[in-house]
C-alpha cells in the first residue's frame, strides 16, 4: 500500500496543476499573403515563471510513485536555474529540503529564486561539473537525485496526461492550419522534443520536428552524426539549453532538422521578440524563435503554407543584467545589430540573408 505521505504529496502536485490554467498560444504576426502563422506557447505564466515548471512537476511525481522520495527525503538537482527554480517549489510545498547544483554563471536572479522559494545553491565551476557534483551531494546526503538530464524524457507522458503536446494541439484546434507543419524547440535535457516528437507520430500528425541548438552544444553535432559520445565539451551560454554531452533524454529519432543558432542570432532574436510584440522573455526564446524564423524562411522558398509554433520559453527578468545588459554584451563579445537586421529584413521582404 502507498504510504499515506506519499499519497499525500501526489495529491497536492495534482491541485496544484488544478489551479494553475494552462498557458497562452500566442501569435507573432507575418504578413498576410505568406499563408503561414507562427505561434508562441507563453510557458512563463507558470506558477514558477517557465516551461520548467512542467518538467519538474513530472519529475518530483516520477519519484513518488517509484518510491524514491518519502517525507524527508533530500531533493538534488543538476540545472542551469530554471528547473532548479521550479523544484524548489514543489519542495517547499512538499516540506523537503532541496538543494540545486547550478554553474557559477548562472543568472543571479535565478539563484535568487531559488533560495526565495527554501532552496540551497551549491556552485561548480562549469556546466559539466554538475551531474557528478549533484550525486555526491545526493549520496552524502541520503536523497534523490532527480536528475532531469536523465528522466525528463521518461516522466512525462507523452500520449497525453495534459503534457504540453497535448496542450498545443488543442489550443491550435480552430486556427487556420491546425495541424502545425512544425514545432521548433531548444533541447536542454531534450525532453520537450521528445514530446512532442512522441506525441505527433502517436497521434498521426504530419508536424515535423526542429531543435534549435546554441554554440558550445553537443546536440547538434551528436544528431548530424548519429554519433551520441560526441561532446563538445564547452555547454552553452543560452541558459537552460544546450549541453556539453549529449544526455539521455535527447530523442534524435524523433527530430526531423536541426539549426545552429549562434549567440548573437538567439539575443538578437529576444531583443526583436520585446520590439514587436512587447513579450519580454529569455535567451532560449530567442534560439526559437530565430530557428523558427529559418524554418518559415524554408517554408516560403518551398512555396509551402501552414503554421509555425515554438516556445517561450521563461522569462526576459530572469536575464536584466546579463542578456538584457548592454556591457554584459560587450563583455561577450556579442554584436546583436547584423542579426536583427537580417531578421527585420526577413519579415518586410521574405528573403533571408
Request: charged share 20%.
Amino acid at each position: 500500500m502507498t504510504d499515506l505521505w506519499v499519497r499525500q504529496a501526489i495529491s497536492q502536485l495534482n491541485a496544484d496543476a488544478n489551479r494553475s490554467a494552462d498557458t497562452h498560444l500566442l501569435r507573432f504576426e507575418l504578413p498576410a499573403h505568406w499563408g503561414i502563422e507562427l505561434y508562441l506557447k507563453d510557458e512563463s505564466v507558470h506558477p514558477t515563471g517557465s516551461l520548467k515548471h512542467r518538467l519538474a512537476r513530472s519529475l518530483i511525481l516520477y519519484g513518488l510513485v517509484n518510491g524514491k522520495i518519502t517525507e524527508g527525503t533530500t531533493l538534488v538537482e543538476a540545472s542551469s536555474g530554471s528547473t532548479a527554480v521550479s523544484e524548489a517549489y514543489f519542495s517547499r510545498m512538499l516540506g523537503l529540503e532541496f538543494i540545486a547544483v547550478v554553474p557559477a554563471s548562472t543568472s543571479t536572479e535565478k539563484i535568487k529564486l531559488i533560495e526565495f522559494y527554501g532552496g540551497r545553491c551549491h556552485l561548480v565551476d562549469s556546466a559539466g561539473q554538475m551531474d557528478v557534483a549533484a550525486r555526491q551531494l545526493a549520496a552524502e546526503t541520503g536523497g534523490y537525485y532527480l536528475d532531469q538530464f536523465t528522466y525528463a524524457e521518461r516522466a512525462t507522458d507523452w500520449r497525453g496526461n495534459n503534457n504540453i503536446a497535448e496542450s498545443v494541439y488543442a489550443q491550435m484546434s480552430a486556427e487556420p492550419h491546425p495541424i502545425p507543419s512544425w514545432i521548433v524547440v531548444g533541447a536542454g535535457t531534450g525532453g520537450t522534443s521528445a514530446t512532442f516528437g512522441r506525441y505527433a507520430r502517436y497521434k498521426q500528425h504530419e508536424t515535423r520536428i526542429c531543435v534549435g541548438d546554441p554554440e558550445g552544444s553537443s546536440f547538434y553535432e551528436s544528431w548530424r552524426t548519429g554519433n551520441r559520445e560526441y561532446a563538445s565539451g564547452t555547454g552553452s551560454r543560452i541558459e537552460g539549453i544546450g549541453r556539453p554531452k549529449v544526455e539521455p533524454s535527447f530523442m534524435p529519432g524523433v527530430i526531423d532538422h536541426m539549426i545552429q543558432v549562434p549567440d548573437a542570432a538567439s539575443l538578437a532574436a529576444m531583443h526583436l521578440l520585446r520590439s514587436k510584440t512587447r513579450y519580454f522573455a529569455g535567451g532560449s526564446t530567442g534560439t526559437n524563435l530565430y530557428a523558427a524564423l529559418q524554418v518559415i524562411a524554408r517554408m516560403l522558398e518551398n512555396g509551402e503554407q501552414g503554421s509555425v509554433v515554438t516556445l517561450i520559453c521563461d522569462s526576459g527578468e530572469r536575464y536584466e543584467n546579463t542578456c538584457y545588459n548592454q556591457d554584459w554584451l560587450d563583455e561577450q563579445g556579442l554584436e546583436l545589430q547584423p542579426y536583427i537586421q537580417a531578421m527585420e529584413q526577413f519579415l518586410s521582404t521574405g528573403v533571408f540573408k
